[in-house]
């Protein structure tokens, strides 16, 4: 749902947002945008509704985010787009101040199960650039006429238009930060030739490829590296995040030093590394990337592992409803569900932690790792990683975000690259069926369990991607042998993003409400929690912190 007061809703009339001409039609959630709502949110340039919508300015030809800085337009020049595809495809470029292309994006695509959410989180993964449209489309189980027709009437863009969208703000990030040649950029960031590439940045910015590069400081540093920020929606309990993930850091694929959480990424060209460190008004990712087409589901998966486009508003004001939860969000507002940047790596997790403590978990794995081989995200070696057209790849950290200043001065280590040799990504599904028996330190159910999950994986019979249809997930979940209702419920939440899981027979939750002054039994626990839907994810997570 959108922040309170928001642009969109059934307590006020919901009129068609203006077109090029007078209005377009834009829906989310099944409600049209609301005039009225959007505008006010405009005037007040209120940072909660960035994401939701867009803003578009008739007789400028620019399109905003609702925070925008610059004097609130009048009525009549303006219109309201539910995506910044839908304005770009009407005409309308993106605002240089603003940078609304950098806005979080809705959340309403990690909250969604149905078709349409699936098929952004897929988009946003860069699924279209890798398979192209019949590729979303097979996934998903529809055809591309059906799927184009479903989301252009959501977002009034089709799938290749968002694709599109994405693909221009990662060119410019990538003109921004790198050295990279304006051509390799052009493939890297996933145009089919360079005439596509100047043409979308041009109709898109306003400017072609070579002044947005000579915008930039010509200060460089870091070779192999690009450091973007992550908008997100405040508040955020950073560190509620952070020490989250510490706790279950897997060595040799994760490290924490209690302010920057590092990781090992598998993704489509390779095997990268991250540096995560919050910031006042955004999240430092720090990338060392093998491939630097890599670079859009690099920071796709970052922003969902962190949750970082979820509306803590709307979650927080659900819970604060409960008595027993509001003074915990009254102190921490902003709890976010750590999601998982690998569905597999996640569920094997889940099931090797099945009653055991979170310590003896992170030991099973560590002698589950110590018999894979693993192409380790080496610094040296993503230095010398060749782009397309071969041109090396450097850096200047800081821009790539809602407030990428010249100011680039982030949080950025002088020892990353240190810890980014010693980091690899988590085995795969093929791998992991291939293990030894003396690989799993567990009960032999269990090591049957993991086997049984990584064969279904591996051969294609269980999808945990973030576009995974989560009761079918669910379902196939349940069918493995030694998984039951509490895995697949963890799995669901944290692979795959539900926001309504809640784990009643949990200990630490039953713990946690123990502590409340909530019922502890599973069954009145259950039932009280009903008042918390759509976000009993979200109130796991307190219950978890209050343990």
């Not at 409600?31 to 405009?42: G, S, T």
């Not at 969604?112 to 890798?130: C, T």
């Not at 001065?409 to 980091?423: S, T």
Request: hydrophobic residues 40%; contains cysteine.
């Amino acid at each position: 749902m959108p922040p309170t007061g928001g642009p969109r809703g059934p307590a006020m009339p919901c009129p068609k947002a203006a077109s090029r001409a007078g209005g377009t039609q834009g829906r989310l959630d099944g409600m049209e945008l609301d005039f009225e709502r959007c505008y006010r949110a405009v005037d007040s340039r209120d940072q909660r509704f960035d994401g939701w919508f867009y803003t578009a300015v008739k007789t400028t030809g620019i399109y905003c985010r609702p925070s925008c800085p610059a004097l609130t337009p009048k009525r009549a020049n303006v219109a309201f787009y539910p995506s910044a595809a839908a304005a770009q495809r009407n005409g309308f470029r993106a605002c240089r101040r603003c940078r609304p292309d950098a806005a979080p994006g809705s959340p309403e695509w990690d909250v969604r199960a149905d078709v349409v959410g699936r098929a952004m989180r897929l988009i946003s993964d860069g699924v279209v650039d890798r398979e192209g449209v019949p590729g979303l489309a097979g996934r998903l189980g529809y055809t591309e006429r059906h799927l184009h027709r479903m989301i252009t009437a959501e977002l009034g863009a089709g799938p290749l238009a968002l694709a599109r969208a994405q693909r221009a703000q990662t060119a410019r990030i990538l003109i921004e930060t790198t050295e990279l040649g304006l051509a390799d950029i052009a493939f890297a960031a996933g145009f089919g030739s360079v005439r596509q590439f100047n043409d979308t940045i041009q109709e898109v910015y306003a400017q072609p490829p070579s002044a947005l590069r000579s915008r930039r400081p010509a200060t460089l540093a870091g070779a192999g590296t690009i450091t973007v920020r992550l908008a997100y929606r405040a508040p955020l309990h950073a560190e509620a995040l952070v020490s989250f993930l510490a706790a279950r850091a897997l060595p040799g694929v994760e490290e924490c030093d209690g302010r920057t959480y590092r990781r090992g990424l598998s993704l489509p060209h390779g095997v990268a590394t991250v540096a995560l460190t919050p910031a006042d008004r955004w999240i430092s990712a720090t990338l060392t990337l093998a491939d630097v087409r890599d670079l859009a589901p690099a920071v796709a998966r970052c922003r969902r592992l962190l949750d970082l486009d979820a509306d803590p508003v709307a979650v927080d004001t659900t819970l604060a409803a409960d008595p027993a939860l509001r003074p915990g969000v009254e102190a921490e507002p902003g709890v976010r569900v750590p999601r998982a940047v690998d569905g597999f790596e996640l569920a094997v997790r889940a099931i090797v932690g099945q009653q055991v403590s979170v310590r003896s978990a992170r030991t099973t794995l560590a002698h589950l790792l110590s018999h894979t081989t693993a192409e380790p995200a080496d610094a040296d070696d993503a230095h010398d990683a060749r782009p397309p057209a071969g041109q090396r790849l450097r850096e200047r950290p800081g821009a790539g975000g809602p407030h990428d200043a010249n100011d680039a001065n982030d949080a950025n280590d002088a020892n990353d690259g240190d810890h980014e040799r010693r980091l690899r990504a988590f085995p795969g599904a093929a791998v992991v069926a291939e293990l030894p028996d003396d690989a799993f330190r567990m009960p032999a159910a269990r090591r049957e369990s993991i086997r049984a999950l990584a064969r279904a994986v591996a051969g294609g019979e269980l999808d945990l991607d973030p576009g995974a249809d989560r009761d079918a997930a669910t379902d196939r979940l349940t069918a493995l042998p030694g998984v039951g209702a509490w895995t697949a419920g963890y799995v669901t939440m944290r692979a795959i993003g539900d926001p309504d899981v809640f784990l009643p027979t949990d200990v630490a939750a039953r713990r946690g409400a123990r502590a409340l002054g909530l019922p502890d039994s599973p069954t009145a626990l259950a039932a009280h929690a009903q008042s918390w839907r759509p976000w009993r994810s979200y109130a796991l997570m307190r219950l978890w912190r209050s343990a």
